[in-house]
């Protein structure tokens, strides 16, 4: 690109308006006489507007007054002498000067706004092209090359793209096999953590310039864009680098976009496909498993068979709903992993939720075995009531599981207030050989089991299970060995318990 | 008619259908079976069963259709199978008009208690007049004259408590849920206040149940409402 209407005009300019000068009255000579003084008055004038239109102002002025000083030498009578001998040339000296001056400032002024005229087709041209070619962009790597070839074509520049990793890392991404040094590296490094906006770097070494601006995006700084010059061709207007940086900026930032839409219905199809495949197997196992148990306990049931035939019917469809039971824990535990489980809260009684556990695990459960102490006082819990039935019921398993046949199973709660807040504790305590000492504190790992291999079935699930439910309701969950067996304690945090309005006494019903 | 009564069987897996038809012939009912809304639309209609067995998952639709167009026309119970996940589709079902439902896999003597549960209360309310006194455990209630007696002992109940124990025991083996009970209770402003539930359901099986800790009437259905078994 031309940028020489900024151009000062150089000493090799004057010494060509004044050649100007001298060729025209070379040319001129041989015509006097022949021709009207006031004709070879035009001619010059017509020299010095060569000279403005195509040497700038400060030539065009230097010539207005040598047109006038060579008229007056060669042309005027006495001629070769500055002298005059009629006084009306003062008239004609004076006009002529004035006109030449006129004109060639008018004649400059022009030269200029065609000049900008021409540069700033040249930008949009520029910036056309470049939106243009990035517009089809899919990749990074694919703005930089792009870049690169309309900036060379353009701007004679190279480029460079130093692109910020969403942790703020600058990495550069350049086009062909351009070599980028630490010292680049580090100075596009300033310019993006500053906030100035373009900072210039001369490269001493082999004459290039470079031009850092830095590539401010909708949300946060993108990156920084690096354009090279040969010494001289740098621009000095930066409003342009500004404008190629936006729709470089742009560019990156569409792409930006593109990428994280692209990801989140990614996820969105895991997701979706995790849930579909959860509830596919959730039927498919379940439905044989209805199946079995029923048809177990039709059997079990229905008073047709001998002793051992029907322990047996027993046994099948005890099995099967112990199965049944193993298939929801591993479900529910699969769904607690996925992290997206939503609770339903809700106020809840902690006794009558455990009531309506050992109700559902009543056919493998002696009643008379439980002792249970809730203090009167209790109060409601904001917990899902579904899942925690899960917890209970589970942990009702384990102390059915391993504690002797008649054991007693201790199940309370009381108020605990500590520093942090006061909890809720429940206690589940059973007799028996309790926890292995040397793994209390594994026993809510998944998959980890008291005994590895004991007679008793179960996969531990089952705690793992618990821990999980708990740690959603930002409870805990805690295994110990007492001095007779095993006891696990859940801790919920208990929120401010809704009012219930008190009735008054008087509209008590009198039986 | 002396006939046995007929009851309607919906559910798509045939293998669970097969052994809860055998169990309901051997227990002495009639029974019709389909396996999709459509048909049992149709078969509902042409058999007029006093009861119907209800899978909520089925192929062509959800079950929830099929109760509310035989309500259109038929208050016979509805015992609705789900699995146990689906709590608001079993709330979901109950509020649509269903009588109770039990979660998969369930024991068929509990199924067959169930069935004969809601058609005692079916042949009751179908009589000439409501019964109005009721006993169960150690308790005596008498609604019309707001008496209850525990060991023939007066007990006093709030009139909360009691409007609460009167909508239970009038329902006797149906489920109720909680925003159908706080409703009818404490009136449509306070269908989400479920602790107010908790405290009266409390206060109830302290004052009549023999073992309050392991209810044996006033049941909890789970994330659902409440039951009352007499």
């Known amino acids: ?166 942790n703020g890392a600058l990495a550069h991404v350049t086009a062909g096999n351009r070599h980028v040094d630490i010292g680049e590296l580090t100075t596009a490094r300033v310019v993006f953590h500053n906030r100035q906006a373009t900072h210039l770097n001369t490269d001493l070494r082999d004459g290039m310039v470079t031009v850092l601006q830095p590539l401010d995006g909708a949300t946060r700084r993108r990156g920084v864009l690096a354009l090279h010059f040969s010494d001289g061709d740098a621009p000095r207007d930066h409003a342009l680098l500004s404008a190629v940086a936006a729709v470089v900026t742009t560019a990156i930032e569409r792409i930006h976009f593109v990428e994280v839409a692209h990801a989140s219905t990614l996820d969105m199809q895991t997701e979706r496909l995790r849930s579909s495949i959860l509830s596919a197997l959730s039927h498919d196992l379940r439905t044989p498993l209805t199946v079995l148990y029923g048809l177990a306990d039709s059997l079990a049931s229905s008073g047709r068979l001998d002793s051992d035939q029907q322990a047996t019917a027993a046994t099948l469809r005890d099995q099967s709903h112990r199965m049944h039971r193993m298939v929801d824990n591993l ?37 008379g075995r439980l002792r249970f102490d809730w203090p009167a006082d209790l109060p409601l819990v904001e917990i899902d009531a579904v899942l925690m039935e899960r917890v209970f019921c589970n942990l009702l398993e384990n102390a059915i599981k391993y504690s002797p046949p008649d054991a007693t199973i201790d199940i309370g709660a009381r108020l605990c207030t500590q520093t942090a ?53 930002h409870g805990s969950i805690a295994a110990q060995n007492t001095a007779d067996g095993a006891r696990v304690l859940i801790e919920l945090p208990i929120g401010d318990t809704p009012a219930v309005p008190a009735e008054g006494g008087a509209d008590e019903h009198l039986a | 008619m002396s006939t046995s009564p007929e009851v309607l069987l919906v559910e798509d897996e045939p293998d669970i259908r097969c052994f809860v038809r055998d169990a309901l012939r051997r227990e002495g009912f009639r029974v019709t079976e389909a396996d999709r809304v459509s ?104 609604l019309a004259r707001h008496e209850v007696k525990r060991l ?63 209810p044996a009437h006033l049941l909890t259905e789970i994330g659902v409402g409440y039951r009352f078994v007499i």
């Open chain 1, 1 to 166: 690109m031309n940028w020489s209407a900024n151009d000062a005009p150089t000493v090799r300019h004057y010494v060509t308006a004044l050649g100007i000068c001298a060729l025209t009255t070379a040319l001129t000579l041989p015509l006097l006489g022949l021709i009207d003084p006031a004709n070879i008055v035009l001619l010059f004038v017509l020299a010095v507007v060569l000279v403005a239109a195509r040497l700038g102002r400060g030539p065009a002025v230097l010539s207005s007054f040598a047109a006038v000083a060579c008229f007056d030498f060669f042309f005027v009578p006495p001629r070769f002498s500055f002298t005059v001998a009629h006084a009306q040339y003062l008239i004609t000296f004076s006009v002529m000067l004035l006109v030449s001056l006129i004109v060639s400032h008018l004649t400059d002024a022009y030269r200029r706004k065609a000049f900008e005229a021409e540069r700033r087709a040249g930008e949009s041209a520029l910036l056309h092209q470049l939106a243009g070619a990035l517009l089809g962009a899919l990749t990074v790597e694919q703005v930089a090359e792009r870049l690169d070839e309309v900036c060379g074509r353009l701007l004679a520049a190279g480029s460079t793209l130093f692109i910020a990793a969403e």
């Open chain 1, 331 to 367: 479900l529910d535990m699969a769904r607690l992993r996925s992290g997206r489980i939503v609770l339903r809260r809700d106020w809840q009684s902690i006794p009558e939720l455990v009531g309506a556990s050992v109700r559902a695990m009543a056919p493998w459960l002696e009643t």
């Open chain 1, 421 to 473: 807040g006061t909890t809720l504790q429940i206690r589940f305590d059973n007799p028996g050989p309790g926890f292995p000492p040397d793994r209390v504190d594994r026993v809510f790992d998944l998959f980890e089991r008291g005994t590895t291999e004991s007679p008793v079935p179960g996969v531990g699930v089952g705690l793992a299970v618990c821990r999980a439910i708990v740690a959603a309701h």
């Open chain 2, 39 to 142: 048909t049992a639309l149709i078969a509902a209609a042409d058999n007029h069963p006093a009861l119907v067995v209800l899978d909520l998952g089925l192929v062509d639709g959800d079950g929830l259709r099929f109760i509310d167009e035989f309500r259109v026309w038929s208050q016979q119970p509805i015992l609705v199978l789900s699995a146990r996940q689906g709590e608001l589709d079993k709330v979901a079902a109950l509020d649509a008009g269903a009588d109770d439902f039990l979660s998969k896999p369930f024991s068929v003597p509990e199924l067959l208690a169930r069935i004969r549960a809601l058609l005692r209360r079916a042949d009751r309310s179908a009589g000439t007049s409501e019964a109005a006194v009721f006993r169960f455990g150690d308790v005596d209630v008498d």
């Open chain 2, 152 to 214: 023939g002992e007066p007990v006093r109940l709030t009139a909360l408590e009691f409007r609460l124990l009167a909508i239970l025991v009038a329902n006797a083996g149906k489920v109720l849920t909680h925003r159908h009970l706080l409703r009818e209770v404490w009136g449509p402003e306070h269908v989400d206040d479920s602790h107010y539930l908790r405290i009266y359901v409390g206060h109830l099986r302290q004052k009549l149940e023999r073992d309050p800790a392991l």
